[in-house]
């Protein structure tokens, strides 16, 4: 019976807390987790059914509490953070750990308590007292900061020296260390006590135990492997992991960096004219099959301003047979920024990137994202984002993080001197309905009601229109000479998401520049050839080379035959690449599958 109840509060727990402390659910995210904690919560009580435990006991209470502060902790501390500024997020792994820590906690001290009371007592009090370590510490840190840790906070954490933590705990007073660490030790205590009073019942089998053990060690691998393991997944271990994995690859990038621009050179070929500004706008999951600018067999216009803008042939260029080199952000975008590409071995801690050339080149650079700041996802961009004159994060921001935000930090540029500006979009990221405003599909006329693919498309709509606001305000305040919009990669919005090639739906990118009448007048070669390469074939690890051509610059990291913005493009469709290199773009037969 008592089995029965504990399996039925985890997963009410859990699953009630997932879902009330959690927002912009996508539907297949709440059956997964569904599932997932139904089957813990049975797992979990197995080692108290081979134990033969009917009862409450302190063992399981203490094992209970441990799990429950894992379930509850980090979802409701990031909930109670990010509810007024984040339109999404899913945060559980950590529940997910919570259920399944109580059935290790039960096995382990099920296994023990047979050697002694004393080693069930020892081996897991002090489990449990190290396992609550990090949620004890993050309710203190949301205590003293009214927020939850996040990159800002944990970044001090790992770059610190030992002096300066020492000056961090002489100023919190001596009687509020001596409360703290009196109260881990008081608590460590009571643990190895409550699990000491309960021994082995008489009457369990040898086969009993092995089998127990066994589950343990089912437990362990699941739980603790170092790689996949649900807690290396938990918030503030992951957090953890992305921040010092950060510092080893800024460390690499930055080392690097010095010997790329020891010997880079840059020359302008057209000097002089007034300050001016290049913006650089990258998409995310964009697709071109679902945007009237590309294809205009749609159901509704899902680019009303692009498609404006692309009969403005003398301004705008849309290139058709665009192509992502690669399905997820990271490795599309070391590859999109910098040098290296499919097409060269180089690799990314030695290659130039887009923000060394024009700052050589002589343009105060800015980068402004919406995208996340350090992580799997984001660290690659992060990296040459950081090496700008300025980079900010709406992350790090009150304020709703829709795209539309970027633009108000247009309004912070000096416009009496040469700006390339990047505006890094979480355009139609999924969960795709999280990618908008409600407001602006209603004032929009939007349907909301039909499913992913058309919260897909309403995603595109709401980044044409952050594009042309993009566009007016940088034409009004920063007298705007080029402008490139260009997706990191594509999707496929009626299919899960898949790290496998599912079709080229997911590698077929918007892609379209903009030059003005003085940037026209001043370099009439590489409007003449982005406006002759129109129906070229590209894939988007060669943007670098097309910005360059775009600065118009002589540079000895750059080659004209790689860019689009040359009259010397040498790529064919039957060079083109795709997935890595696994793909031939050739073999796109356009069927939209």
């Known amino acids: 019976m008592i089995p029965t109840i ?39 009580v197995i ?72 080693a069930a007592g020892i081996l897991t009090g002090l489990a449990e007292a190290a396992i609550l370590i ?23 954490m790992l770059d610190t020296y030992a002096s300066e933590t020492v000056e961090y705990v002489r100023s919190l007073g001596i009687v509020k260390v001596v409360v703290v660490v009196a109260g881990f030790i008081g608590l460590t205590a009571a643990l190895v006590a409550a699990n000491w009073q309960t021994a082995s019942p008489a009457d369990t089998t040898w086969w009993l135990y092995a089998i127990t053990a066994a589950v343990f060690a089912y437990f362990s691998v699941y739980i603790w492997k170092p790689r996949h393991g649900l807690f290396v997944r938990t918030g503030v271990v992951n957090l953890y992991i992305d921040v010092r994995d950060y510092f080893r690859g800024s460390r690499r990038y930055r080392t690097g960096m010095e010997q790329r621009l020891s010997d880079l050179s840059v020359t302008r070929n057209a000097e002089g004219g007034k300050p001016h500004t290049v913006l650089l706008v990258i998409g995310e999951s964009a697709c071109r099959d679902y945007m009237n600018a590309f294809e205009p067999d749609q159901p509704w216009e899902t680019t009303p301003w692009e498609t404006a803008m692309s009969r403005d042939r003398r301004h705008f260029s849309f290139f058709r047979n665009a192509y992502s080199c690669a399905m997820q952000t990271v490795p599309a975008l070391e590859r999109a920024l910098t040098e290296r590409s499919q097409y060269n071995n180089r690799e990314f801690s030695d290659s130039v990137s887009v923000i060394d050339i024009a700052r050589k080149a002589g343009y105060r650079t800015s980068w402004f994202s919406n995208q996340g700041h350090i992580g799997k996802n984001d660290t690659s961009a992060t990296l040459v984002a950081s090496t700008s004159d300025r980079a900010e994060w709406t992350l790090c921001s009150v304020e709703a993080q829709y795209d539309s935000s970027l633009i108000d930090f247009l309004d912070t540029i000096d416009p009496t001197v040469d700006n390339f500006v990047v505006l890094h979009l979480i355009g139609s990221h999924f969960n795709y309905e999280n990618r908008y405003p409600e407001s602006y599909a209603k004032a929009n006329g939007l349907r909301t009601d039909l499913g992913d693919v058309e919260c897909y498309r309403n995603s595109i709509h709401f980044t044409d229109s952050v594009l042309q606001k993009a566009f007016e305000k940088a034409s009004q305040r920063l007298n705007l ?9 594509g999707g496929i919005p009626d299919m899960r998401r ?34 002759d390469n129109r129906d070229r074939y590209f894939t988007n690890d060669l ?15 750059y080659d004209p035959s790689q860019s689009l913005a040359s009259a010397d493009y040498c790529y064919q469709r039957a060079d083109m690449l795709t997935y890595d290199n696994r793909i031939r773009v050739a073999d796109d037969d356009l069927d939209k599958a």
């Open 6 to 44: 504990i399996a039925i509060y985890l997963f009410a727990v859990g699953y009630g807390i997932f879902r009330r402390f959690n927002m912009g659910l996508a539907r297949n995210s709440r059956g997964q987790q569904l599932r997932r904690y139904l089957i813990a919560a049975v797992q979990v």
């Open 498 to 531: 898949s790290p496998r090639f599912l079709g080229f739906k997911m590698v077929r990118i918007p892609l379209w520049t903009y030059l003005s009448d003085s940037y026209i007048d001043r370099h009439p070669a590489v409007a003449k050839a982005l406006a």
């Open 543 to 557: 943007l670098y080379d097309l910005m360059c051509g775009i600065f118009d610059i002589r540079s000895n990291r």
């Open 47 to 118: 080692p108290m059914l081979l134990m033969r435990q009917s009862s409450f006991s302190l063992p399981a209470v203490c094992a209970l509490l441990t799990a429950t502060l894992w379930i509850v902790t980090y979802n409701v501390l990031y909930d109670k953070t990010n509810r007024q500024t984040s339109p999404d997020y899913d945060n559980h792994m950590d529940i997910a750990f919570g259920i399944y820590i109580f059935g290790w906690l039960s096995a382990l001290q099920g296994i023990t308590a047979a050697l002694s009371p004393a």
């Open 134 to 156: 990090i949620p004890l510490a993050h309710i203190g840190y949301y205590s003293v900061y009214r927020t939850c840790i996040d990159d800002a906070g944990m970044i001090p």
């Open 481 to 489: 000479e080029a402008m490139v919009y260009c997706s990191d990669h």
